[in-house]
Every structure is written in C-alpha cells, then in structure tokens.
C-alpha cells in the first residue's frame, strides 16, 4: 500500500522560499509518477509539477515554471517541491499524489491519482 506523509510549509514572506517533501512508503519510488497540488478554498486542486519517475521528465504549469522545481530521492523515498520568488498567490494547501510512472496522460488531472498524502497549508504574507 502506498503511503504518502508530508512536511514542510507554513508561513512564508512574499519573495521567500520553501521545500515541501513528500515521503513515500510500501513501494518503489522508482516505478511512479508523484505530482504536487495546490488548491485555494472554494477553487478546484490544481496540478503544479509533476515528476514522471523511471519513465523520465519533470512537467511544470506554464504558471509556475521558473520558480517551482520538483525533485527526488529514489533512495530516501522522497519526492520534494522548491517554491522560490514566493508570490501570495502561491497561498494554498499543498497536497502530493502518486500513481504508476507507466501512465502517461493528463499528468496534472487529480482524478487520475491514486494516492494522496495530507494538505499543507502554505500562506505568503508579510
């Protein structure tokens, strides 16, 4: 069974940076694809980045490109997110989800993943 525990988060000042990690138990890391979430109360989970595993690639949205960048750790089992240049519209809970790297589509549609770890809440403010 996979399991996934976050950490990191919190309250940022705009124009700072964090790491969000994301742990993963009960499988090879190698063999999925573990993409991170945010979602705004009231607004529909938005997929950020995504990191396809064995099968290769890291995919941003066109919104985040520049100052997100998604990482692993096979070894630790552990997947991270670096969020810098931190806007306050990057306020949001963050979620990472997990699913077989051999799936190729809709990378950043939430129905698609089968596991989830906890929200975080992230909050940029000064």
């Known amino acids: 069974q996979v399991q996934l525990v976050k950490s990191g988060g919190g309250l940022v000042r705009p124009g700072g940076s964090l790491t969000l990690s994301c742990g993963v138990s009960g499988v090879a890391l190698e063999n999925y694809a573990v993409a991170w979430f945010r979602q705004v109360a009231g607004k529909e989970r938005e997929g950020v980045a995504c990191?396809?595993?064995?099968?290769?690639?890291?995919y941003y949205i066109d919104a985040v490109k520049g100052r997100f960048s998604i990482s692993r750790d096979n070894a630790k089992k552990t997947v991270y997110l670096t969020i810098t240049s931190l806007k306050p519209h990057d306020t949001a809970v963050y979620y990472c989800?997990?699913?077989?790297?051999?799936?190729?589509?809709?990378?950043?549609?939430?129905?698609?993943?089968?596991?989830w770890g906890q929200g975080t809440q992230v909050t940029v403010s000064s």
């Open positions: 990191d396809m595993g064995s099968t290769g690639g890291t």
């Open positions: 989800a997990a699913r077989s790297a051999a799936a190729r589509w809709r990378l950043f549609h939430p129905d698609d993943y089968s596991y």
